[in-house]
């Protein structure tokens, strides 16, 4: 499939081909790769799948340790450390005593 866009973070990256699907690869310790527990840090490009099948991608971002993307619908994902607020994602780590 022909890349059509590439994202990196700290230590994994993101690939979107022309057809609208995702490829993820690097460290998963924080879930940036969207790949689930296994495989934990994939080398080579893999599909992201699971909530993202069947998705278009449009457009692809990666902070150090957290990923997004938009699709075709103009829904907005985003997964990985959210400890600051980062990904929008309620966190446990959030409360009024540390923020």
């Not at 690097?26 to 840090?41: D, E, F, H, I, M």
């Not at 699971?50 to 971002?61: D, E, H, Y």
Request: glycine share 16%.
């Amino acid at each position: 499939a022909e890349i059509k866009d590439m994202a990196f973070g700290s230590d994994h990256a993101l690939a979107l081909t022309g057809d609208g699907k995702l490829y993820a690869w690097g460290s998963a310790k924080w879930g940036q790769v969207g790949l689930g527990a296994t495989p934990q840090n994939p080398q080579k490009p893999t599909m992201v799948k699971g909530v993202m099948s069947g998705k278009v991608v449009t457009s692809i971002s990666c902070g150090s340790l957290h990923s997004a993307c938009l699709t075709s619908t103009g829904d907005v994902y985003t997964w990985g450390r959210g400890f600051e607020g980062q990904t929008g994602h309620a966190s446990k780590a959030l409360d009024s005593q540390t923020n």
